[in-house]
């Protein structure tokens, strides 16, 4: 001993060598210095620490109990995957298994992807409208057949037949030709009497199925000429002087056998049976366009997707909520194309259109036209309703927690049968194609593997948050 020391206290510091099952926090001896053995009757002083011997709770076990001593190495309030809610699984702390909350910054740069990758999806709906409205022959006719299948567009495509037939060919001349001479005197007030009739067989004929096979396939060959300008081919488009034309000549004729006159198309002028779609001059410029439009399409068919998925990785410790408004991101974009494209067709149809009566026709023109624009947006909204879903299941709720609850147990115990239900439904989906990417092979591929994906992150969540399942 050093001078200066004073000597210990016995009852404090000079208790006699302990029994090896001595509590492992009763550092202090019980009370009043008797040395008892820890494993005696009489409980230590601290009373906090549980013996190190039998009587300690095995680690992650409860609290420790009133007395202040902090519990033992590894313990915790909820057990380390013994019941207790996983991190995040009571809407306390990170998402499910995530590391801690990103910094502020992170969280505006997630949002800036999101919400900026919304802006470019709108746009992009737009050009992918365009590139398979305008350079997709088999959408065009489609297209155009079902304009002449709408009774406004016959009506007034029939008026506008008649009143060029008439303005182009001498109507009472032709039925002079077939009638006898007594009654050619007739021929002026015939063809007056007959102008009405005229559009009602017109409209019959545009009602036809054969001509409006007819129109189809003459919509297709104009716009397989326009896709071949585009892509910087010759072949027929050559031979029309680089022209693209819609043949309107079989059409004038079927009216005309209708009404029982000569079939007089070919005396129309070039104007009015081959209606020009493209002039040579358009030609650079439609190029230009087309191939700018291919190009945007694919490429934001390709970005948004990967910007999307890039948001919800940089979401550290809450990717949860990241999905959550990307789901509601992509139902905000379909929404909006639909109002665009409503104020689209009413404006144009009112700033373009003077005519009243030809308005309802015009209307229904840029409705059809503009109809797989309304299918792109609803695949966004059909979309998004899903993926919303799957990020609310997965949170917090109490609907959602005991829902989890209710299915681990099945997901755990029957792989096979988890994996088969989910492959199940999505076939179901398939086969009712309710958006053009379920219907086509990169898209069928694409939901199979986020299914999966998802169906795997379900189990690994409900097996950390109900292990006893």
């Given at each position: 001993?050093?001078?200066?020391?004073?000597?210990?206290?016995?009852?404090?510091?000079?208790?006699?060598?302990?029994?090896?099952?001595?509590?492992?926090?009763?550092?202090?001896?019980?009370?009043?210095?008797?040395?008892?053995?820890?494993?005696?009757?009489?409980?230590?002083?601290?009373?906090?620490?549980?013996?190190?011997?039998?009587?300690?709770?095995?680690?992650?076990?409860?609290?420790?109990?009133?007395?202040?001593?902090?519990?033992?190495?590894?313990?915790?309030?909820?057990?380390?995957?013994?019941?207790?809610?996983?991190?995040?699984?009571?809407?306390?702390?990170?998402?499910?298994?995530?590391?801690?909350?990103?910094?502020?910054?992170?969280?505006?740069?997630?949002?800036?992807?999101?919400?900026?990758?919304?802006?470019?999806?709108?746009?992009?709906?737009?050009?992918?409208?365009?590139?398979?409205?305008?350079?997709?022959?088999?959408?065009?006719?489609?297209?155009?057949?079902?304009?002449?299948?709408?009774?406004?567009?016959?009506?007034?495509?029939?008026?506008?037949?008649?009143?060029?037939?008439?303005?182009?060919?001498?109507?009472?001349?032709?039925?002079?030709?077939?009638?006898?001479?007594?009654?050619?005197?007739?021929?002026?007030?015939?063809?007056?009497?007959?102008?009405?009739?005229?559009?009602?067989?017109?409209?019959?004929?545009?009602?036809?199925?054969?001509?409006?096979?007819?129109?189809?396939?003459?919509?297709?060959?104009?716009?397989?000429?326009?896709?071949?300008?585009?892509?910087?081919?010759?072949?027929?488009?050559?031979?029309?002087?680089?022209?693209?034309?819609?043949?309107?000549?079989?059409?004038?004729?079927?009216?005309?056998?209708?009404?029982?006159?000569?079939?007089?198309?070919?005396?129309?002028?070039?104007?009015?049976?081959?209606?020009?779609?493209?002039?040579?001059?358009?030609?650079?410029?439609?190029?230009?366009?087309?191939?700018?439009?291919?190009?945007?399409?694919?490429?934001?068919?390709?970005?948004?997707?990967?910007?999307?998925?890039?948001?919800?990785?940089?979401?550290?410790?809450?990717?949860?909520?990241?999905?959550?408004?990307?789901?509601?991101?992509?139902?905000?974009?379909?929404?909006?194309?639909?109002?665009?494209?409503?104020?689209?067709?009413?404006?144009?149809?009112?700033?373009?259109?003077?005519?009243?009566?030809?308005?309802?026709?015009?209307?229904?023109?840029?409705?059809?036209?503009?109809?797989?624009?309304?299918?792109?947006?609803?695949?966004?909204?059909?979309?998004?309703?899903?993926?919303?879903?799957?990020?609310?299941?997965?949170?917090?709720?109490?609907?959602a927690t005991r829902g989890r609850r209710a299915i681990a147990p099945f997901l755990h115990e029957r792989p096979e049968w988890t994996y088969g239900i989910v492959a199940a439904i999505m076939?179901?989906?398939?086969?009712?194609?309710?958006?053009?990417?379920?219907?086509?092979?990169?898209?069928?591929?694409?939901?199979?593997?986020?299914?999966?994906?998802?169906?795997?992150?379900?189990?690994?969540?409900?097996?950390?948050?109900?292990?006893?399942?």
């Amino acid at each position: 001993m050093s001078d200066g020391e004073t000597p210990a206290d016995p009852g404090a510091g000079s208790s006699p060598p302990r029994d090896p099952r001595a509590s492992a926090g009763g550092d202090s001896p019980p009370s009043g210095g008797s040395g008892a053995p820890s494993g005696s009757s009489g409980a230590p002083t601290g009373g906090g620490g549980a013996p190190s011997g039998g009587g300690r709770p095995p680690s992650g076990g409860r609290g420790a109990p009133a007395g202040g001593d902090r519990p033992p190495s590894g313990g915790s309030a909820a057990a380390a995957g013994g019941g207790g809610a996983t991190a995040g699984g009571d809407g306390h702390g990170p998402e499910t298994g995530e590391a801690a909350p990103a910094t502020r910054g992170r969280r505006i740069l997630v949002a800036f992807l999101i919400w900026g990758t919304s802006v470019l999806a709108v746009v992009g709906i737009f050009a992918v409208w365009a590139n398979r409205q305008v350079l997709n022959p088999n959408n065009w006719a489609s297209t155009s057949t079902q304009l002449l299948q709408n009774a406004a567009i016959r009506e007034a495509t029939s008026n506008y037949l008649v009143d060029q037939l008439y303005a182009n060919v001498n109507v009472e001349e032709e039925l002079k030709k077939r009638l006898p001479s007594q009654l050619q005197p007739l021929a002026g007030p015939l063809a007056g009497a007959i102008r009405n009739l005229a559009t009602e067989a017109a409209q019959r004929a545009l009602a036809n199925a054969r001509v409006q096979e007819a129109w189809r396939h003459a919509n297709r060959a104009a716009d397989q000429s326009l896709v071949t300008i585009v892509e910087g081919g010759k072949g027929a488009v050559a031979i029309t002087g680089g022209q693209v034309t819609l043949d309107l000549s079989t059409i004038v004729a079927n009216m005309t056998n209708r009404l029982g006159l000569p079939n007089v198309s070919s005396k129309l002028p070039s104007s009015v049976a081959h209606l020009t779609v493209l002039k040579s001059k358009q030609i650079k410029a439609v190029q230009d366009i087309g191939k700018a439009l291919k190009g945007l399409s694919l490429l934001f068919t390709i970005l948004v997707p990967l910007l999307y998925a890039l948001a919800i990785f940089l979401a550290r410790g809450y990717r949860r909520r990241a999905l959550m408004n990307v789901g509601i991101a992509f139902i905000a974009v379909g929404v909006l194309v639909f109002l665009l494209r409503h104020i689209t067709v009413e404006q144009v149809t009112e700033s373009l259109v003077k005519n009243e009566a030809v308005k309802p026709a015009a209307n229904a023109v840029l409705s059809i036209a503009t109809s797989r624009l309304s299918e792109i947006a609803g695949a966004f909204v059909f979309i998004g309703v899903p993926l919303i879903a799957a990020a609310w299941f997965a949170g917090p709720a109490r609907l959602a927690t005991r829902g989890r609850r209710a299915i681990a147990p099945f997901l755990h115990e029957r792989p096979e049968w988890t994996y088969g239900i989910v492959a199940a439904i999505m076939a179901l989906i398939f086969i009712w194609d309710p958006i053009p990417a379920t219907g086509k092979a990169a898209g069928i591929l694409t939901f199979l593997a986020l299914a999966f994906f998802g169906t795997y992150l379900l189990r690994e969540q409900t097996a950390r948050e109900f292990p006893e399942a």
